[in-house]
T-cell receptor, first 109, second 113 residues
Framework: DQQVKQNSPSLSVQEGRISILNCDYT??????FLWYKKYPAEGPTFLIS?????DKNEDGRFTVFLNKSAKHLSLHIVPSQPGDSAVYFC????????FGQGTILTVHP | DAMVIQNPRYQVTQFGKPVTLSCSQT?????MYWYQQKSSQAPKLLFH???????NEADTPDNFQSRRPNTSFCFLDIRSPGLGDAAMYLC????????????FGPGTRLTVL
């Protein structure tokens, strides 16, 4: 049973446009969420997080939105850049880090 | 630069031949984790050490064991690798458990022949 799901295996976006990556979770007890970014041949690196007491957290070009009633979070990247091309994992930290399967983002010049 | 280092980056072993993967950290973090990631799947936590306290996930096979001889080093031992154990193995550290950010090494790609 997958508690964190990223239903889009891949996303392709033009440079300068918005990238929206989505994530759904099943357990309403989850109260802290993170996004990690992974380049090939490297480990995942932390990108941005959000606590369930907020519905939005922003850091430069990256914004995470949390909809607790829908058990859904999304990562917005605006504007997208070719260097953003990577695998993006959402995760919840509830006792332990539980990851989604990841979404491969490709940003075309 | 403070970091998490994994050796080797690529490991090939034979079916049933024991193998050890290594992780070291210069971050001086209390907690060290081992994850298994199979192709196109989410990283899956195998176990973690909080200081010297070992915490095994309920569904981690007995074939997988770990050692943490000191703060800096942690090892993953696979006693009798099967073909299904071929995966990327990621080591991570954090300053404390729970919601704290984890820092990952680059991973070791294990191939089982």
């Amino acid at each position: 049973d997958q508690q964190v799901k990223q239903n889009s295996p891949s996303l392709s976006v033009q440079e300068g446009r918005i990238s929206i990556l989505n994530c759904d979770y099943t357990n309403s007890m989850f109260d802290y969420f993170l996004w990690y970014k992974k380049y090939p041949a490297e480990g995942p690196t932390f990108l941005i997080s959000i606590s369930s007491i907020k519905d939005k957290n922003e850091d430069g070009r990256f914004t995470v939105f949390l909809n607790k009633s829908a058990k859904h979070l999304s990562l917005h990247i605006v504007p997208s850049q070719p260097g953003d091309s990577a695998v993006y994992f959402c995760a919840t930290s509830y006792g332990k880090l539980t990851f989604g399967q990841g979404t491969i983002l490709t940003v075309h010049p | 630069d403070a970091m998490v280092i994994q050796n080797p980056r690529y490991q090939v072993t034979q079916f049933g031949k024991p193998v050890t993967l290594s992780c070291s950290q210069t971050l001086n973090h209390n907690v060290m984790y081992w994850y298994q990631q199979k192709s196109s799947q989410a990283p899956k936590l195998l176990f973690h050490y909080y200081d010297k306290d070992f915490n095994n996930e309920a569904d981690t096979p007995d074939n997988f064991q770990s050692r943490r001889p000191n703060t800096s080093f942690c090892f993953l031992d696979i006693r009798s690798p099967g073909l299904g154990d071929a995966a990327m193995y990621l080591c991570a550290t954090s300053n404390s458990g729970g919601a704290s950010e984890q820092f990952f090494g680059p991973g070791t790609r294990l191939t089982v022949l």
